[in-house]
Structure formats: C-alpha cells, structure tokens
C-alpha cells in the first residue's frame, strides 16, 4: 500500500514539474518579447470651423510601421481636461517592444444620418515622427493636428458612349422617318455605390465611399457629399457597384482635376465610359439590324401589351437605351430575353442578326391574341404571349393552360334554370376586348435565318399567321427548346427538323396546312 502512494506521489510531482516548466517557457517567450503601451494626444490650430470640427471627433485610425511591419489600430478619443482650445486623447493602445513610426492618422467624426459610415474629419501624414516603446512603460505623444478649411463635393456620373459614337451617328443621319462582373456586362441604371480614389499634389492617394442617386429632374446619377479639406485634387480612380455592393460593376481612370472650394458644396463632372464590346449594346445593335432589315420604320404595333400602333425607336437615344422597345424585355444584365416582331406587320426575311441575340429565351414570331373562344354569350382570350409578358412561367404551367384551352374549347353545355350549376372559373384566359378573323394572315415575315443556332438558350418558338413556307434544319441544335407552336402557316412539307427535335414537349400545329 505505501508503494503505491509512493509512486502515485512521484507522479503527480513529475506532472506539476513538467506544468511549472511549461509555465516558465511561456513566461519567458513574453518576457523576451515584451510589451508596452502607447497613447496619442492630439492638438489642432486653426479657424474657428475647423477647431469646431475637431471637437466633433470621435475615433482616429493610425497606422504604424514597425521594422517593416505595418500595424493599424482604430481607438476611441476623448477631450483633454486641462488643455486649451481642442486638445484630444487617445485610448491606451498595447503594443510589441521596438521602434516604431507615425505614417498616418485619419480622424472621424459621428454617422450622420443617412450615411453608414462616420464622417471624416482630418487626416496627416507626419512621416518623421518616430519613438520607441518599452517593456512595460507607457509612451505618450503630442501630435499637432493641421486643422484646416474643409469643403463638400458631390460628383455627377455623366454617361460616356464615345465608344459607340459611329454607330449612333448611322442611325441619327439616316432615321428621318420614323442601357467583379464581366465591364461587357455594366449597366449604368444598377449603379448604387462608388468609391472614389484622388490625391491632393504629391500625398498618398485615399479612398471615399458614396451612395448614389438620381438627379432631381435630370437623366444622370449623382453621388451624395464628401467632407474633403479645401484644395485640389486629382480624381484618379472611380469603382462603380450595385446594391448593397455584391457586385463591381466597371472601373474607370479619369485623371481629372478638381476644386474643393472651403465651406461650399462643390459639384463636378465625372465622364462614366462605357467599354467596348459591351454584351448588352450589341443586342440593341442587333436589334437595329433587324427593324432596318424589315421594314422597321413602317411597323405599326397591334395588340394589347403595348401602345397600339407604337414602333421602336432608335434615332436621337443613347445607344444604352436601344434595349427599350415595345415587345422587347431583357434580363437583369440588359440583354434581350424575349424578342416579339409578330405583332408589328414586320416584313420581310429575319437577318443573321437574329443569332446575336444569344441570351434569348422566347421567340414570338405572330400575334398570338387571335385565340378567341365564345363560351356563355362571352368572348374569352388565352394569349400565351401575354401570359409570358405578365411572369407567368409558360412551360412550368403548360398543363394546366392547355386544360383551360381545352375547356373554352369545349365548354358546358348549358345547364337546366333549375341546376345549381357554378360558372366556368378561368385562371389564364380573360375577357376579350376585341375581335379577329381566325385564319387571317397578319405579319409578312417570310424565313428564319440558319444563325437561329446560336440562340442556345431559346426555350420557347412561336410561329403564327405568318408567310413561312420552311423551318431552318439548325433547329435540331437548340437544346433547350421544348415549346413550339406553328398557328395558320402554310408550310410546303412537314420541316425535316421537327422529325428530329427529341426535346420537344409542346407542340401545336392548329390551322396549319402542310402540302406533303
């Protein structure tokens, strides 16, 4: 038994030795390394304003260089008992032994409404301000704070389409008659934040966020104030983003100089250029190739959707807004999503253009508001266009719009005065407000170009009382095209492609003639 204490007891002391040893080595480690602390006080000179502002301080930012080390520290301030006039200090700041170097200091204020981000103040470069801190020992320095002038600036994002400029200028001179992620992508309406990058002379440049808003009676963005100190600046660099900044949408260089003028608010210019080869401006190029290909100036819109016999419009429009057209909708990066020419009396051969628009995902080449049923003394209208045109979700729904079809089809037969018979319910169909001749020929487009393969992402075609005799063999290469409709064509033989479309899930060929 007393063995066993023995050796329970020796152990237990190897453990507490091997827990006094570690203990040590640690203590050691601190005490090579060492530490101390390390506040600031700060005093400014200067007018009244800027003495006022000063007061209004309520943290510095400071960055410290450290044998090549870069420390930066954010630290509450608070005012200074016994100085006159605006004297501040820091709080305690604990720091690594060594030689250390003041490069900067940025002092800001409180979050002013509307703003999310403090206000800020003043900000220095001393350079040549140098001290030690030692083990245990608190270092204090006096910083002379320059207060100086201040003045507020706010920019005005101009658009800048000089990288399209030719192709603008060919439509304005002949039109007599009748808008990070890829920069291909930008779209100047999604800006919603900047960051705005300058420098005064030969200081090192600094970075502003802004919020962004539209101008009060104007067509262009403008960024809310910034608190500069008065002087000139160079603007160097302008990141644009979106809301709650998720994306970076362009950057552009402008080099330009600017005026801060004290105790103002200063407006300036900033030119927003858009890159070349943008995505989205060669849709709205390729939509002018195919209004000018078939007989654009003479289209006269007949339908519901939109204005009746509107026409699109090119001449006089920036090119960035090209894109808004009636029976044109693009998606959220601005590229054309849904194309409907049928509904214009456009003339004529589709272009190779039609294959530029490579995000398109619905094709309406008819008027398809020629679907008209008369059930109970009531005119109703099944418009798949319009349904796609309101969000409705064509080829999720395809089911239960074609039983509602079915149903106006073939309604009820009239029920007994004395049946309690509820009333036909529609979820798709509405009231018709106007009628058409069924089997009329309302749009002269002729062909559809080969270049239709390119559209990958075409998912639904519709084709409807139009003057196409033949289907392009390069529809066999769409993927995902599943929902097609061929309404009163005349076709000379049933399109070879058809045979081959194995995705195929809707189809209709109502009123259509096929000759073999």
């Not at 008209?372 to 309101?390: G, I, N, Q």
Request: hydrophobic content about 35%; glycine content about 6%; overall charge negative.
């Amino acid at each position: 038994m007393n063995l066993r204490k023995n050796i329970t007891y020796l152990f237990f002391s190897f453990l507490s030795l091997l827990a006094v040893t570690a203990c040590s080595d640690e203590d050691d480690a601190v005490i090579a390394g060492g530490k101390g602390y390390l506040q600031l006080r700060l005093f400014a000179e200067g007018t009244t304003r800027a003495l006022n502002d000063m007061a209004d301080a309520k943290k510095i930012e400071l960055e410290l260089d450290c044998d090549g080390l870069t420390v930066v520290q954010t630290l509450g301030l608070s005012s200074v008992p016994e100085a006159e006039g605006a004297g501040l200090i820091t709080e305690k700041i604990e720091l690594l032994t060594g030689d250390y170097q003041l490069m900067s200091y940025t002092i800001y204020g409180a979050v002013k409404p509307g703003k999310d981000t403090p206000e800020e103040l003043a900000y220095g470069y001393p350079g040549d301000l140098n001290f030690q801190i030692a083990q245990g020992h608190l270092t204090e320095i006096d910083v002379n704070v320059e207060a100086t002038l201040r003045g507020k600036i706010s920019f005005n994002l101009i658009k800048d389409l000089s990288n399209y400029q030719e192709e603008m200028d060919k439509v304005n001179n002949a039109s007599t008659r009748a808008t990070a992620k890829d920069e291909t992508l930008f779209q100047y309406d999604q800006i919603a934040e900047v960051d705005v990058t300058y420098k005064m002379g030969s200081q090192v440049a600094r970075t502003s966020q802004a919020k962004v808003y539209l101008a009060t009676d104007a067509d262009y963005f403008h960024t809310d104030t910034l608190s500069l100190v008065a002087g000139e600046y160079t603007v160097t660099e302008v990141k644009y983003y979106d809301k709650k900044r998720q994306n970076l949408l362009l950057v552009t260089n402008p080099n330009i100089e600017i005026t801060v003028a004290p105790n103002v608010l200063n407006k300036q210019d900033i030119d927003v250029t858009y890159p070349e080869n943008m995505k989205a401006i060669s849709d709205y190029m390729a939509l002018y190739e195919i209004w000018k290909a078939m007989d654009g100036p003479n289209w006269s819109y007949a339908g519901e959707t939109y204005v009746a016999k509107s026409n699109w419009k090119f001449d006089g429009r920036p090119i960035d807004e090209w894109g808004n057209q009636p029976g044109v909708q693009v998606n959220a990066d601005g590229r054309v999503k849904s194309l409907d020419l049928g509904s214009f009396n456009a003339k004529g051969d589709i272009p190779e253009a039609l294959g530029k628009l490579t995000e398109l995902e619905s094709l309406w080449l008819g008027k398809h508001d020629d679907d008209l049923y008369e059930t109970e003394s009531v005119s109703y209208k099944l418009s798949k266009y319009s349904l796609y045109h309101k969000g409705v979700d064509l080829r999720k729904n395809r089911l239960s719009i074609a039983r509602e079809e079915l149903a106006l089809r073939h309604p009820r037969r009239k029920a007994s005065p004395m049946c309690n018979q509820k009333k036909q319910a529609y979820t798709y169909a509405e009231h018709a407000t106007y009628d058409v001749n069924k089997g009329d020929i309302f749009n002269g487009i002729t062909s559809i170009p080969t270049t239709i393969k390119n559209l990958q992402k075409l998912e639904i075609l519709y084709i409807a009382n139009g003057r196409i005799t033949n289907l392009p063999e390069e529809l066999v290469e769409l993927p995902n095209l599943t929902d097609m409709e061929l309404y009163n064509c005349k076709l000379e033989e049933f399109p070879e492609a058809l045979k081959k479309m194995q995705n195929i899930i809707a189809l209709n060929l109502s009123t259509t003639s096929i000759r073999r």
